[in-house]
């Protein structure tokens, strides 16, 4: 909600993850907490439609992306989990090339393993193994996968090798390289 003014709502953190409807931290201690939409309990299993203040997930967490209605966790073993809307549905998004089911996980699902950062804008999501290979999945309608077509993907497909780092935002994706 809105405070107006600075306050602190979690010590001890090493990242902070902010997305459009949930946010997230992990701490200096590997512990994931969510805060935000639970509309499709991609926060946790309550049953409560917000979540107002941070709450302890999981443990053992060095990465996570989240954003609409999707979270994606990395554990400290390189174990990629995902949770919520993982592939938005054709109808929230409009007229899509591909898909025309969605992916949704009502519990933490592993999804890779060998991960060490994952990324996510809500309809296309990567990740990078610890062999810096780029993996992407998801809306593709501005070629923002790198697979040399508009063709959405269910599955992660691997796109590159000596990935660095990726950013990436509705319908672009900047990949650094080795």
């Not at 949930?22 to 509309?39: P, Q, R």
């Not at 592939?87 to 591909?98: E, Q, S, Y």
């Not at 990078?128 to 290979?133: F, L, P």
């Amino acid at each position: 909600k809105a405070i107006g003014l600075p306050r602190m709502i979690l010590s001890n953190v090493k990242k902070a993850i902010p997305a459009s409807y949930h946010a997230g931290a992990i701490t200096m201690n590997n512990e994931l907490y969510l805060w935000g939409s639970n509309s499709n309990q991609e926060v946790c299993e309550s049953g409560q439609v917000n979540i107002h203040y941070p709450i302890k997930v999981m443990d053992n967490v060095v990465d996570a992306a989240l954003d609409y209605k999707v979270t994606y966790v990395v554990k400290e073993n390189g174990d990629l989990y995902g949770k919520g809307r993982v592939v938005a549905d054709n109808a929230i998004w409009g007229k899509r090339l591909g898909i025309a089911t969605e992916r949704y996980y009502d519990t933490y699902t592993k999804m890779a393993s060998n991960v060490r950062s994952v990324i996510t804008d809500g309809t296309t999501s990567a990740y990078i193994t610890n062999n810096n290979e780029l993996y992407m999945w998801g809306h593709n309608d501005d070629g923002q996968l790198g697979i040399g077509s508009l063709t959405d993907q269910m599955e992660p497909v691997q796109v590159m090798t000596q990935v660095k780092d990726v950013k990436m935002d509705f319908g672009k994706t900047l990949v650094l390289t080795q």
